[in-house]
């Protein structure tokens, strides 16, 4: 190999890896979405005090992986797993001053059996809009329920979010912190 093939062998693979790099801060899909650094973490890797705050909120919950996040000054594990039923979940852990705690508890719902007055809210802010892929997520202080409503090539980032809280459902007109 010429000496020129090999340089260039060698920064194509550095750039390579530098892309790859899981630590590395995502850019946000959507103008709005602030900026989040994303730290894949093993299951064997991930924090005592967090598997303790997941086993105690979903006692039986299998841990298949996580990911620690970190935008905004905050610090989240993104734990996802499968509960005893075989149902599959997630929980979204906030680091506070007095630890860990479960803010969210996601699950993945087809657009059929999403409630009909966040399909209604949907279809009043975006007619015509089927989502490819809606989350449900729980939020753990008040118990309301943010529906993230994701567009077909649009993955990382929800196009739309209803809020359903008191039995009102209201279409977000920012993304949800959490």
Known sequence: MTRALLVCAIVTGVIGVAACNPAEPEAPAHPDAPVT?????????????VRAVVLTARPGMII????????????????????????????????TPSGWKVVETQRDLPWNRVPDRVRAATEAARAGFTPVRVIESTQADDGSVIYELFAEGQPATPVLEVRVRDGQAEVLKEAWPH
């Open 64 to 95: 298949s992986e996580a990911e620690l996040k970190e935008r905004e000054g905050r610090r989240y594990y993104d734990v996802e797993g499968r509960m005893p039923d075989g149902s599959d979940i997630e929980l979204d852990l906030l680091e």
């Open 37 to 49: 650094t994303v730290t894949p973490t093993a299951r064997a890797d991930l924090p005592g005090a």
